[in-house]
């Protein structure tokens, strides 16, 4: 059974970079042709998918982000990790690390998430 | 990118049928996954692939998708299916970037 946890600290200063970490148990980062997600939810709003990255490193960020964050991958400790930079209230959220699982069968495609972690919150403030 | 859009809220009586429904371009050409979140927990994947349920999903849930439409149907619902859902799938061009609904919230009654 894989499982997802996230780690770091759950407060950053504004303008400062939050970074969060995701170990990955009960199976490799490295195998299938996963990509391996960070999503976050505000209190009391809908998930936001940050971004992903491939075993192989390539990612992917979500357009609103995407001048803001890096995500990477460290296959020797089995992680991926994210950095999202010049953080302010509005950066606030749960955060979640997520396996995403996809393939494309007679012309349609599918794209799920089917493994999460319990989800961190990171509060920005001063 | 695209966006997919859901109804804010839908209720339903114990034990009838209820649909949720996802819109947006990218269902056209992709299946919409759907993730069940109770209040303070991670969401839990409940729906995937054509019509396909994890290990542990009630058979009560099942999807479907017609033109640029994915539904979530609950047939007999029950008290501990009152959560926020949301829809997710990937975007049809570019990248295909993951995009989620804005979520649904299932009040049981």
């Known amino acids: 059974q894989v499982q997802l946890q996230e780690s770091g600290p759950g407060l950053a200063k504004p303008s400062q970079t939050l970074s969060l970490t995701c170990t990955v148990s009960g199976g490799s980062i490295s195998s299938g042709s996963y990509f391996w997600s960070w999503i976050r939810q505000p209190a009391g709003k809908g998930l936001e998918w940050i971004g992903r990255i491939s075993y192989s490193g390539t990612t992917n960020y979500n357009p609103s982000l995407k001048s803001r964050v890096s995500i990477s991958v460290d296959k020797s400790n089995n992680q991926f990790s994210l950095k999202l930079t010049s953080v302010t209230a509005a950066d606030t959220a749960v955060y979640y690390c997520a396996r995403a699982n996809w393939g494309c069968s007679g012309g349609v495609c599918f794209s799920f998430f089917d493994y999460w972690g319990h989800g961190t919150l990171v509060t920005v403030s001063s | 990118s695209s966006e997919l859009t859901q109804d804010p809220a839908v209720s339903v009586a114990l034990g009838q049928t209820v649909r949720i429904t996802c819109q947006g371009d990218?269902?056209?050409?992709?299946?919409a996954s759907w993730y069940q979140q109770r209040p303070g927990q991670a969401p839990v994947l409940v729906i995937f692939?054509?019509?396909n349920r994890p290990s542990g999903i009630p058979d009560r849930f099942s999807g479907s998708r017609s033109g640029n439409t994915a539904s979530l149907t609950i047939n007999g619902a029950q008290a501990e299916d009152e959560a926020d859902y949301y829809c997710?799938?990937?975007?049809?061009?570019?990248?295909?970037?993951?995009?989620f609904g804005g979520g649904t919230k299932l009040t049981v009654l």
């Open positions: 997710s799938s990937r975007d049809i061009s570019g990248d295909h970037l993951e995009v």
């Open positions: 990218s269902l056209r050409n992709s299946y």
């Open positions: 692939d054509k019509n």
